[in-house]
């Protein structure tokens, strides 16, 4: 997810990177998509609810 649509969520919600879950960079789903530290990105669970992770090395 570019940094523009990260800052959006955060804003949405009045959330804080500090409050958002946290995902490991070495997890395969986001070295596959190319992601990096810092970014926060969107989970889509198998019950189609969507969550959000920040990405942390």
């Given at each position: 997810?570019?940094?523009?649509a990260g800052?959006?969520?955060l804003a949405e919600f009045k959330a804080?990177?500090?409050q958002?879950?946290?995902?490991?960079?070495?997890?395969?789903?986001l070295i596959g998509m190319?992601?990096?530290s810092g970014q926060?990105?969107?989970v889509?669970?198998?019950d189609?609810?969507?969550n959000y992770r920040l990405v942390v090395e």
């Open positions: 997810m570019p940094k523009e800052e959006k969520i804080s990177r500090s958002i879950p946290k995902i490991k960079l070495k997890d395969a789903a190319g992601a990096k926060i990105v969107e889509t669970r198998q189609g609810s969507k």
